[in-house]
């Protein structure tokens, strides 16, 4: 069956009531997965749909829904799945507004609400409802929820639903819903086997709609990226957030540990920032969530699994302050700003170690994301400086320094005023390891002084040469497509018979090196390291 696009919401399809229920909710044109989503579902065909978020996709099966419903009718007609409670809240409060006018009315389900007042609701008569899988699952056990009227199922972010462990709830569900007639519709944005597997079993003929790799990213989302190193991280964050206008950022760590460090670190500094991960109870979350969308505070600062789905609107910026491990959860992450029609910045902090998974992201994307400048080292350890001196003006006006005095006391008998001091500050900031930690950061912060190459560009040393038999143009081509960089800025080549030195400039030289690193090339494993001058 061919189906049209849906060229313009007012072509049609769509009845009186949910174009002004729209027309009020600012939508003005369908996005690309609602243009192709929208006539397919009205059709009552199954549907797989991919995209990244911020696309549409509530919309994409909630206008559908909303125009099949009837709203006279007392039963529960559409059931729609989310892995989260927020998000549960979050797609009935979208679909409830497109039913406006038609007087649909939607229920949200989920874990941590008392279960008698959902019972209670239940009986009211809803035609579409909302929920978590697991407390989907346990009203259906208790008769309290009942599937015999179900027309249309919704899986929303199927995939992260698998993550958490689901599946069989949701097997367990979808064998409720009467099988004849039953339309499901599966939204994902990846297509692990178990989502294929689910696909086959329960879906009819589906019909795949995506979003394309190309279109991954929105246009409207700036993308840069500083590079800096672990021990001046988080004041490096403070300067751009210092230098950003920042409405209201979302900052990701990539563990729940990393989140509560840099709470504090920030706190520490001045800076006010709510915390969101998997360890917080629901109503720490909710109080969280709540001040960030009141605009009370600033910043979130978030795990990936804490923040998918959330469609908090208005963030004009996604802070990367530990780069994703995985690309895909980059896009997840930056989709958090720019929502449709709305202009973002994506910024990632990297260590000069994280070009790869640069790379890998640029690959994903098919963007490259652009370098900026760190605002100069000096300011910021000018300002590392004035915080450590607010810390400890702090300690000495509160007056409680009791034994550690008496130690200072000692120490006085002996050395010099100022030198125990400055220990005992080096002691305080880098811990007992303070010597082994330095050696770290020299490593880290790679140097690349004195490799005998020209002006602005640094040389490598690799163990590959003419017996391998290399040429010039093999070894651009490796370099440009390993790091991505362009292949017409590399360059000296010289090829000797065991190895070759090549230079690059200056500012892609951590990029090179750490992209390359363990890089294969004719299949064997070449070493790559700044030459050492004559
Ligand atoms: P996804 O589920 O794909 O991540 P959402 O459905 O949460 O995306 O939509 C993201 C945001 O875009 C929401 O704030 C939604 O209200 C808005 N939106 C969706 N469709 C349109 C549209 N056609 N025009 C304008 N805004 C839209
Ligand atoms: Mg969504």
């Known amino acids: 069956m061919m189906v049209e696009r849906l060229q313009t919401f007012g072509d049609n399809q769509l009845c009186k009531q949910v174009l002004q229920a729209l027309s009020e909710m600012g939508f003005e044109e369908p996005s690309p997965i609602q243009e192709e989503a929208i006539p397919l579902a009205l059709e009552g065909l199954d549907i797989i749909g991919q995209a990244q978020t911020g696309t549409g996709k509530t919309a994409a099966f909630g206008i559908p829904i909303i125009e099949k419903a009837n709203p006279k009718f007392q039963a529960v007609q559409a059931l729609i799945v989310t892995p989260t409670r927020e998000l549960a809240i979050q797609v009935a409060e979208e679909i409830a507004k497109i039913g406006k006018y ?49 027309k249309t199922v919704v899986l929303d972010e199927a995939d992260e639903m698998l993550d958490m462990g689901f599946i069989d709830d949701i097997e367990s569900l979808l064998k409720e819903v009467p099988a004849e007639g039953r339309q499901v519709m599966l939204f994902s944005a990846t297509m692990p086997p178990g989502i294929r597997k689910l696909a086959q079993t ?58 509560d460090e840099l709470v504090g670190a920030l706190e520490a500094r001045g800076y006010f920032a709510g915390a969101l991960h998997g360890d917080l109870s629901q109503q720490q979350r909710d109080r969280v969530m709540k001040r960030f969308r009141d605009g009370k505070t600033e910043l979130l600062i978030a795990t990936d699994v804490a923040a998918r789905g959330l469609d908090i609107n208005n963030v004009t910026h996604v802070l990367n302050f530990d780069i994703p491990q995985d690309p895909v959860s980059y896009v997840h992450r ?73 130690i200072v006391g000692e120490l006085l008998e002996e050395y010099d005023s100022t030198d125990v001091a400055a220990a005992a500050l080096k002691f305080a900031v880098e811990g007992v390891n303070a010597e082994e930690r330095l050696e770290d950061k020299e490593q880290e912060g790679i140097h690349f002084q004195n490799t005998g190459a020209a002006e602005g560009m640094v040389r490598f040393f690799m163990n590959i040469g003419r017996v391998q038999q290399i040429r010039p143009q093999d070894i651009i081509r490796w370099i440009a497509d390993e790091s991505g960089i362009p292949g017409n800025i590399i360059g000296m080549i010289n090829i000797y018979d065991k190895f070759t030195f090549v230079e690059v400039p200056t500012e892609y030289a951590s990029r090179v090196l750490s992209c390359m690193h363990k890089a294969m090339i004719k299949g064997r494993r070449v070493n790559i390291e700044p030459a050492k001058a004559r």
């Open 102 to 150: 038609r007087h649909v009315k939607l229920l949200p389900i989920y874990g941590g609400q008392p279960i008698d007042r959902q019972i209670r609701a239940l009986r009211m008569g809803y035609q579409v409802v909302v929920g978590t899988p697991g407390r989907l699952l346990d009203h259906l056990n208790r008769g309290t929820l009942r599937l015999q009227r179900v």
């Open 202 to 259: 329960y879906m009819t003929n589906p019909r795949s709609v995506s979003v394309s790799r190309d279109e991954l990213t929105v246009p409207q989302i700036e993308q840069v990226f500083y590079e800096t190193r672990e021990s001046i991280k988080v004041d490096a964050l403070c300067r751009i957030i210092d230098l950003e206008d920042i409405g209201q950022g979302i900052i990701f760590c990539r563990t729940k540990r990393g989140v």
């Open 334 to 406: 930056i989709g958090r700003t720019g929502r449709v029609g709305r202009k973002g910045v994506a910024i990632t902090l990297i260590s000069p170690k994280e070009y790869r998974q640069l790379r890998l992201i640029e690959n994903l994307i098919k963007t490259r994301i652009r370098r900026q400048e760190l605002p100069s080292l000096a300011d910021i350890s000018e300002r590392q400086a004035e915080n450590l001196k607010n810390q400890l003006l702090k300690l000495i006006q509160s007056n409680r320094l009791g034994n550690y005095r008496a």
